[in-house]
């Protein structure tokens, strides 16, 4: 079965620091990778995914992720964040093709402070 | 000592029958959620109970009924299964409810694959 490790519990940051959270799993397989976030005040959302193709993958508000294969990474970026990007932040895992159970890291919590 | 335990992991089952997915939480929270994933393999919201009742109810058709006999449970009760019901369905909860002034994290459970045939 695969498995999701998110490292950074809590991150804070300033407005306009570069954000980089961590995100690796253990799979042996092809896979599909995703980027959820939780706003406050707001359900779980789509931030990006990665089904194949470019490795670098762009998402909303700015955010993109790099799939890194021989390392089992696929690490969320942003060049710099603002005080609205304070969010609950999930990597998601699947072995790619048919229905197959999306696995979660334990999430990381940004806070940006103005 | 699982968190948000699920069960059955997988339930397979014919069209037109009622079905029932289990899910507890350990962690004395107050708020509990169902998500479906979809073919897609995207997550989107159902329900969300606090306490006990019903606090979100997305467009979802009724034959989908959550209930929460205590706060530690939600379940889900699909009534007349059709093929399109077929999916992953995922439990979390969360200490509360999420609000605009706080992001409660959310905890998952493994998942239930459903497939109807």
């Known amino acids: 079965a695969q498995s999701v490790s998110q490292h950074n519990h809590h991150v804070i940051l300033s407005e306009a620091a570069s954000l980089e959270l961590g995100c690796n799993y253990s799979?042996?397989?092809?896979?599909?990778l995703f980027w959820y976030v939780q706003y406050p005040g707001q359900h779980l959302q789509l931030l990006l995914k990665y089904f194949s193709g470019d490795p670098l993958v762009k998402g909303i508000k700015g955010f993109e992720a790099e799939f890194i294969k021989s390392k089992f990474s696929f690490n969320l970026r942003k060049p710099s964040v603002q005080w609205s990007d304070t969010a609950e932040y999930f990597c998601a895992v699947t072995p790619s093709g048919g229905y197959q159970k999306v696995t979660f890291g334990t999430g990381t919590k940004l806070q940006v402070i103005p | 000592d699982t968190a948000v335990s699920q069960t059955p992991k997988y339930l397979v089952t014919q069209m037109g029958n009622d079905k029932s997915i289990k899910c507890e939480q350990n962690?004395?929270?107050?708020?509990m959620y169902w998500y479906k994933q979809d073919s897609k393999k995207f997550l989107k919201i159902m329900f969300s109970?606090?306490?006990?009742?019903?606090?979100i109810n997305e467009t979802v058709p009724n034959r989908f009924s959550p209930k929460s006999p205590d706060k530690a449970h939600l379940n889900l009760h699909i009534n007349s299964l059709e093929l399109g019901d077929s999916a992953v369905y995922f439990c979390?909860?969360?200490?509360?409810?999420?609000?605009?002034?706080?992001?409660?994290?959310?905890?998952f459970g493994s998942g239930t694959q459903l497939s109807v045939l």
């Open positions: 799979y042996g397989g092809t896979v599909n």
């Open positions: 979390a909860s969360s200490q509360g409810p999420t609000t605009s002034a706080t992001n409660e994290k959310l905890f």
């Open positions: 962690l004395g929270h107050d708020t």
């Open positions: 109970y606090n306490n006990k009742e019903l606090i």
